[in-house]
Nanobody
Framework: QVQLVESGGGTVQPGGSLRLSCVAS????????IGWFRRAPGKEREAVSC????????RYRDSVRGRFTISVDKPKNTVFLQMNSLKPEDTAVYHC???????????????????WGQGTQVTVSS
């Protein structure tokens, strides 16, 4: 079955860290674009970060650059999102998504992705 499954969400205090995982099954991440997106209550889905798994440069939205790091573990067929210095405004459901690699840097555009995971909740609160 072709799917993406996220895990690693939870509740942390401001300044804390979490590492989200996105495990792909039914296909390989050796050549792929994977994006992380989030949706906070009452807000539209927004892009957080993305990576093209053939070592193209990763991309980040401005508000997370320097705090979040996206990476890929090909033997585990998994993409990670390391989130440090978390803020209350990072609270959201986080989804990973897949897009076909096309030899270009990945896109921070939800319309480019056509396979989505079910999401994992991240809550940052004191």
């Amino acid at each position: 079955q072709v799917q993406l499954v996220e895990s690693g969400g939870g509740t942390v205090q401001p300044g804390g860290s979490l590492r989200l995982s996105c495990v792909a099954s039914g296909f390989s991440l050796n050549v792929a674009k994977i994006g992380w997106f989030r949706r906070a209550p009452g807000k539209e889905r927004e892009a957080v970060s993305c990576i093209e798994t053939r070592n193209f440069p990763a991309r980040y939205r401005d508000s997370v650059r320097g705090r979040f790091t996206i990476s890929v573990d090909k033997p585990k067929n998994t993409v990670f999102l390391q989130m440090n210095s978390l803020k209350p405004e990072d609270t959201a459901v986080y989804h990973c998504a897949y897009a076909r690699a096309d030899g270009l840097v990945c896109d921070l555009d939800t319309r480019e992705y056509d396979l989505w995971g079910q999401g994992t909740q991240v809550t940052v609160s004191s």
